[in-house]
């Protein structure tokens, strides 16, 4: 298959492009240099002109307290919700199917049994408010469409200079040099590995799995960052103490949904974050 990827060189990115390469399809890998899906024109005619059959977007603005700033603001809008509104369009008209990823952070928090995929969202953040507008323009675009909401992704960084660490190589190199850890013991997730997001995105497209919405996400119960470190350290013990802290220790501009686990009701399970855990330590030791 002919696949057009944007942000191919972020942390889940990088993942698709070697998973999908490796699976045999041709990848046009873009980022922003290549094709900015802020600019509505140059959207279309690059998939005029190459003509993909699927078009995935792994392109966002992630820095979720820098959005609340305004001028930061307007650029997280036209990164994460005009950017896929023209790739949904450009999909559309080409009669490709779009891939786009959203976030737990569309949802309040406030549903302590976990969200299924046709919950109502409700961001708290302005972060949160991009990607909510993201989705809707996906959903609204007549493109077929998989929209997979993530939540806190782990694996290797991405090629590209500003990849972000993911929080399992900050604790453990915070454990090799800091004399304790205070951990917030808030804001339950649900941590999955961006290999096996990459490998379900690619098991969607090519098992003719209905379009829709899908929450993509490690089988286990919604931890915090402490409860996730704790399961981080037994696999990777370490002897530095871990001490359960509030967020208030830690303030931050973005208000963050207290309890954002989401469930995947629709799709087999993926395997156990332990798991994707286990095999990701081992790569990184
Ligand atoms: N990270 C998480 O924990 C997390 C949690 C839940 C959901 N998600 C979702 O997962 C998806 C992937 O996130 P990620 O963490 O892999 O992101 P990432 O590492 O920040 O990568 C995003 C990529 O998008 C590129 N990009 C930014 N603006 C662009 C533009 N205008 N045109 C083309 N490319 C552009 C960036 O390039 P530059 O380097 O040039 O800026 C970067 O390579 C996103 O939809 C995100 O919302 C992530």
């Known amino acids: ?18 998973t999908f390469a490796a699976a045999g399809h041709t990848v046009l890998a873009t980022e922003r240099e290549d094709l900015d899906i802020t600019d509505e024109a140059v959207v279309m005619s690059f998939v005029v002109e190459h003509k993909p059959e699927v078009i995935i977007n792994a392109a966002a603005y992630n820095l979720v307290d820098k959005v609340e700033d305004p001028a930061t603001y307007k650029i997280a809008y036209a990164i994460n919700a005009l950017g896929p509104k023209y790739l949904a369009a450009a999909a559309k008209s080409a009669g490709a199917l779009l891939v786009h990823y959203s976030t737990d952070y569309v949802f309040a928090g406030d549903k302590t049994d976990g969200y299924t995929e046709d919950d109502a969202t409700h961001p708290l953040s302005k972060y949160g408010a991009t990607k909510v507008a993201g989705e809707k323009f996906v959903i609204e675009s007549g493109a077929k469409y998989y929209l997979c909401r993530l939540s806190k992704i782990f694996g290797p960084a991405g090629t590209s200079g500003a990849a972000k660490q993911s929080f399992v190589e900050l604790i453990t190199g915070l454990a090799k040099t800091k004399p304790e850890l205070r951990i917030v013991n808030e804001e339950v997730g649900m941590p999955s590995y961006t290999c096996d997001i990459a490998a379900e995105t690619l098991r969607l497209i090519t098992t003719n799995t209905p379009v829709g919405i899908y929450h993509l996400v490690n089988t286990g119960k919604g931890v915090t960052w402490y409860q996730f470190a704790e399961e981080i350290f037994a696999l990777a013990p370490s002897s530095t103490p871990r001490i359960p802290v509030l967020g208030s220790e830690f303030p931050r501009p973005a208000p963050r949904p207290a309890f954002a686990a989401i469930r995947n009701t629709k799709l087999p399970a993926m395997r156990s974050r332990q798991a994707a855990l286990a095999e990701y330590l081992a790569t990184i030791k």
């Open 1 to 18: 298959m002919k696949i057009l990827l944007t942000g191919a060189h972020g942390n889940l990115g990088s993942q698709l492009l070697s």
